[in-house]
């Protein structure tokens, strides 16, 4: 394992791999499971992994550090939040990355970074690909499943934000064309979304990547209400007019496609397994 910012991971230091960059403060209870969920992966492409921290005060360092590991790259230091750490750290990724996105409270599960990979090496026109996730309590045991859909520009303007995250593995190429807006707190992913799609190309992957962990202090624990000065931003900058039938029709089309694509038949099969661990 590496401490402090490193300059030197250039586009041929990690030569068409794939690098995961994971912001990080006060999740100690949780990035241990997190970076061993990367490490763990695969036994085909080279991962580096860079875990960005904003100087926790709790022992996130040492439970870093107990890994061991020189795939990790470990950087604490002062950020303006989430999105400021997540553009540090991709200023550190080669050109030629394939770049996950993951939560030092989320975790990916067995055989997403192969799997997404594979499908970037068949698709080299495609810059963005994303799959399905699965909700667990801060536990990991199953609270419910969220398969996504096949991209819909309508769906993602006016029903929301509809791919998670954690399944996200995004071309460093384009992906530094954007970055992450520092003024949005709660809705930076779908400011990214928006922003990249009007020039790039999106494809779903039916695949389950990743855990996405609900606890008492993530940021989307709080009621959506509480944030309405951001979304109302948010819409402004994409040019997005709130419409009560656009939003219906949104709605509508997202069940489809959910349809289309098979996803309340995954939803009814981990019914069968709710409450059960979900491991790494």
């Not at 520009?153 to 998670?164: A, E, M, S, T």
């Not at 695949?207 to 606890?215: D, E, N």
Request: net charge positive; hydrophobic share 40%.
């Amino acid at each position: 394992m590496r401490q402090g910012r490193n300059k030197t991971l250039t586009q041929n230091h990690y030569s068409s791999g794939v690098t995961i960059i994971t912001p990080s403060y006060n999740y100690a209870r949780f990035i241990r499971e997190c970076a061993l969920s990367v490490r763990s992966e695969s036994k085909t492409v080279t991962i580096s992994h860079i875990i960005q921290d904003g100087l926790s005060e709790d022992d996130t360092l040492a439970q870093v550090s107990s890994l061991n590991s020189h795939s990790v790259i470990l950087i604490s230091e002062q950020d303006a939040g989430q999105s400021d750490a997540l553009n540090k750290a991709l200023s550190l990724v080669g050109d030629d990355q394939l770049v996950g996105w993951l939560n030092a409270d989320e975790y990916y599960l067995p055989g997403a970074i192969d799997y997404f990979y594979q499908a970037a090496a068949e698709n080299p026109d495609v810059e963005v690909f994303y799959g399905d996730c699965l909700f667990v309590d801060k536990r990991g045991n199953l609270l419910r499943a969220l398969p996504s859909h096949r991209m819909s520009k309508f769906v993602l303007r006016h029903y929301g934000c509809f791919i998670p995250s954690c399944t996200l593995f995004v071309r460093a190429s384009a992906l530094k064309k954007f970055g992450w807006d520092v003024s949005f707190r709660r809705t930076m992913d779908w400011d990214l979304y928006l922003a990249m799609l009007e020039n790039h190309q999106f494809k779903y992957v039916p695949y389950t990547a990743a855990a996405f962990r609900v606890h008492e202090d993530q940021v989307t624990n709080t009621p959506e209400k509480l944030d309405e000065l951001e979304f109302m931003r948010l819409r402004a900058k994409h040019s997005i007019n709130k419409s009560s039938f656009k939003t219906l029709l949104a709605l509508m089309l997202h069940a489809v496609l959910k349809v289309l694509d098979g996803g309340y038949i995954k939803q009814l099969r981990y019914r069968k397994i709710r409450g059960q661990k979900i491991a790494a």
